[in-house]
């Protein structure tokens, strides 16, 4: 399965998310995000992989957003959260692609895998 569409968010100098845009055989669209951390001993990457669904994307980008906020203003008020802030520029970062014909939804609506994802793709990045 290929992405339509993908964000590259750089975090640190070991870990990095992926915000891809998938699409379904009968062109429906779902979200995987994919954390990718560099193992320690330089001996590949540690993936976890979420699928989001369109049906569930306002409440995800709710409860995410009433999360950030209550550390940001209850348990860590004085805290410099814009210092972390390297902006990259949009070629850096987003890669447009093509829609595939073929692409297929995972089975489960609730499927979180870990490290499952297809190395080649991943390792692209």
Known sequence: MDSIYSKRLRAGKRRTYFFDVRATKGNDYYLTITESRKRF???GYDRHKIFLYKEDFNKF??????VVDYVKTELMPNF????????????ESSTPVPPQENAEL????????SGQINSEGVDKW
């Open 61 to 66: 980008v709710k409860a995410l957003g009433e």
């Open 41 to 43: 001993d330089d001996n």
């Open 106 to 113: 995972p089975k489960s609506n609730t499927e979180i895998s």
């Open 80 to 91: 410099d959260f814009d210092a972390f802030d390297h902006v990259e520029t949009e070629e």
